[in-house]
């Protein structure tokens, strides 16, 4: 062999090793079949998202401590200085101003009317609540006016309208006791044969009036009972009154006893049913009229409103000679 070639081949070989090595280096490792690349540990995210979380709820701490910026006040609305459109209205009375020599005073669960009474007839015992005695009579025993109960106080045995001073009342009259009622005001009156009783009681339900009316308010218009109708058209009864019931109008028995009749007809055969002045019962005009002799005649519907009641159909008589036995039922409200 020649020895300049073997001293040459010598750098060659260590030359060729180190590229080998550099190369063998510079591979990325392989990792070994079966074996999981390792990843952040479950807890270590919680800790992370805990510690952003707190991180921005001391942010909003710090930011609600801050004083409060004032807000700039808020805009005023401008004033309607515009005259407001009247509206219609039923056509009120004069004002009512109450005469000197009386007292007043309201009921505290009858809040919207006011009492006018005389302090030489009547006393106010209480007008707190209910169950109490309100205005008793300063000379007649169990002469008295109270705010009626929710529970009636046995069986109904009259029952009408009754126009009383300015307003309208409606009257149900039990044993002992009568309620006249007004819109929402119940009041209970002690039934008495005292004739000077009935009288003071009726003077007070007269002159009852509306907190709005006491403060200067126009007052209502007074209910009046209408009793002049048109006749109907075309019907004429010569011999008989003039007639005041229209179809359609609620009546009411306002003389003596009256018939309920099969037809039109005064007979034993066509009776029903004979039913007492103010006896609890509405009735309803549903046809008519008709004219027999001097006696005008409508078909009519009967409803006792007592408990058990019945309803009739019928004919009934609004009057006969010179006598009217119905009359419009009517109360103003």
Not at 42 to 67: D, I, K, Y
Not at 126 to 152: K, R, V
Not at 167 to 184: A, F, N, P, S
Request: charged content about 20%; proline content about 9%.
């Amino acid at each position: 062999m020649n020895k300049n070639n073997s001293k040459n081949s010598i750098p060659l070989f260590i030359f060729a090793v180190m590229v080998i090595l550099l190369l063998a280096a510079c591979q990325p490792a392989e990792t070994p079949a079966g074996t999981a690349t390792p990843s952040t540990h479950p807890a270590e995210v919680t800790v992370a998202a805990l510690q952003t979380e707190n991180a921005n709820l001391e942010t909003q701490v710090a930011m609600v401590a801050e004083p409060t910026q004032e807000l700039p006040p808020p805009t005023t609305k401008p004033t309607d200085t515009r005259t407001p459109t009247p509206r219609a209205t039923d056509t009120p009375g004069p004002t009512i101003s109450v005469p000197e020599g009386v007292s007043t005073t309201t009921h505290l669960e009858a809040p919207g009317y006011v009492f006018v009474y005389d302090p030489e007839v009547w006393v106010v015992e209480s007008a707190e609540t209910q169950s109490d005695d309100f205005l008793a009579h300063i000379e007649i025993s169990n002469c008295t006016i109270n705010l009626a109960p929710e529970t009636p106080p046995g069986e109904l045995i009259q029952y009408y309208p009754r126009i009383i001073g300015r307003q309208g009342w409606l009257v149900e009259g039990y044993e002992e006791i009568t309620y006249y009622t007004h819109k929402d005001l119940k009041l209970d009156l002690s039934v008495s044969e005292d004739e000077d009783c009935i009288l003071a009681q009726v003077t007070v339900l007269a002159e009852v009036m509306t907190e709005d009316e006491f403060n200067g308010a126009p007052a209502r218009t007074p209910a009046v009972q209408p009793t002049q109708r048109s006749t109907p058209q075309d019907f004429t009864c010569d011999a008989a009154l003039p007639s005041r019931l229209q179809v359609g109008d609620r009546a009411l028995i306002i003389a003596g006893t009256l018939w309920l009749r099969s037809e039109p007809l005064i007979d034993e055969e066509t009776e029903i049913r004979f039913f007492q002045q103010y006896t609890p019962v509405e009735i309803q005009v549903t046809d008519g009229p008709v004219c027999v002799e001097e006696s005008v005649f409508w078909e009519v519907t009967v409803t006792e409103i007592i408990e058990g009641g019945q309803t009739y159909t019928g004919w009934m008589a609004e009057s006969s000679g010179e006598i009217y036995f119905l009359d419009i039922w009517y109360l103003g409200w």
